[in-house]
């Protein structure tokens, strides 16, 4: 809400109307998500279009021509996709020269869908020479374990493209968004106001196996050598007789 879903819609605009023959898609988890996150912020964003780059909608799809490219046949589409849905594998056989996954957060199957599905739709824009586009916009994961957070994040530090705002940081974050949000999260001083404003990659309290770490874990001084001989095993009370 406050920003980074209309940069995304704003930035594919772009990239549609930067050249012919884009095919710019814009994700999310579900439909009703994507609608949610890209049509208020495309409402905006064209209302500020001068007319001879207005789009035609149809359905899920806005279609650009640019008097600027010299053919008035010649055309990008910007779409939406829910992709959640059978693993994201129903968005096989589709192109795409630009994606934009919104609030990954909420895509179980992350990896798979980029690695087996996506990665592959930017094979034939490569061979008309477009420059392909995969950018993940989201607030950190309720757990470290998603792939957003254990994967994508580590690499996309490691080539430089990592961009993270976290509240305390942004220029435009005014007193009345800090009091807005610290009421949802419940305080300033809860796993939800660091996770959701100040972007912290921690997970929920109430899904974690020892809920008392993540508050305490600045009181850890240093690792416990293992015995030499050592085998891990994992034990579970399901607590079923006596609900412990």
Known sequence: RFGKSHFGALFGVARALSSPGRRVRHGAATEDQVSAIVDEPMEKILSRLPLELQPERKGRT???????????????????????????????????TDWFLDEV????????????????????????????????LSTPPETPAHPFSHVFI?????????????ASENKDWSDEDA????????????????????????GDESKLVVPEFEPNSDRIIAPWPRPTHFFSYIAADSGWSDHT
Request: charged letters at 25%; a neutral charge; aromatic letters at 14%.
């Open 62 to 96: 806005w279609t650009f021509r640019n008097p600027r490219w010299g053919d008035p046949r010649a055309k990008s589409t910007f779409s939406i996709h829910p992709v959640e849905f059978m693993k994201g594998d129903r968005l096989r056989g589709m192109g795409a």
């Open 154 to 166: 580590p690499e996309a530090e490691k080539s430089g493209t990592y961009f993270c705002v976290p």
């Open 105 to 136: 957060r909420d895509i179980s199957q992350l990896e798979y869908l980029v690695r087996h599905v996506l990665g592959w739709q930017f094979v034939d824009a490569l061979k008309e020479g477009f420059d392909p586009l995969l950018v993940m």
């Open 179 to 202: 009091s807005y949000v610290a009421e949802l999260c419940g305080g300033r001083d809860t796993i939800a106001w660091y996770r959701e404003a100040e972007c912290k990659l921690i």
